[in-house]
């Protein structure tokens, strides 16, 4: 299990907080990938925003958000 699958594995469509993906994933799969330390998580979350597969934003509270990108239809 990679830390990209985990990561993808808890994001959706809509637009969730860091912390509350950090819990999503929980701490054996933390451990087991190497993102118990928040910085790490947060900058794997950063990588897939820059890779184009997961869009931040910022919600009401100033809380940074996370989503999958959506996909245009195929062809």
Same mark, same amino acid.
């Given at each position: 299990?990679s830390?990209?699958?985990?990561?993808l594995?808890?994001?959706?469509?809509?637009?969730?907080?860091?912390?509350?993906?950090?819990? !999503?994933?929980?701490?054996?799969?933390? =451990?087991?990938? &190497?993102l118990?330390?928040?910085? /790490?998580?947060?900058?794997? +979350?950063? !990588?897939?925003?820059?890779s184009?597969? =997961?869009?931040? &934003?910022t919600?009401?509270?100033? /809380?940074?958000t996370?989503r +999958?990108?959506?996909?245009?239809?195929?062809a």
């Amino acid at each position: 299990m990679s830390r990209e699958s985990v990561l993808l594995g808890v994001l959706g469509p809509e637009p969730t907080s860091t912390s509350e993906l950090y819990e !999503r994933v929980g701490y054996p799969a933390l =451990v087991r990938v &190497g993102l118990v330390g928040y910085a /790490a998580f947060r900058a794997e +979350l950063a !990588r897939l925003s820059d890779s184009g597969r =997961v869009e931040s &934003g910022t919600d009401e509270d100033g /809380a940074t958000t996370w989503r +999958l990108r959506p996909q245009p239809p195929a062809a």
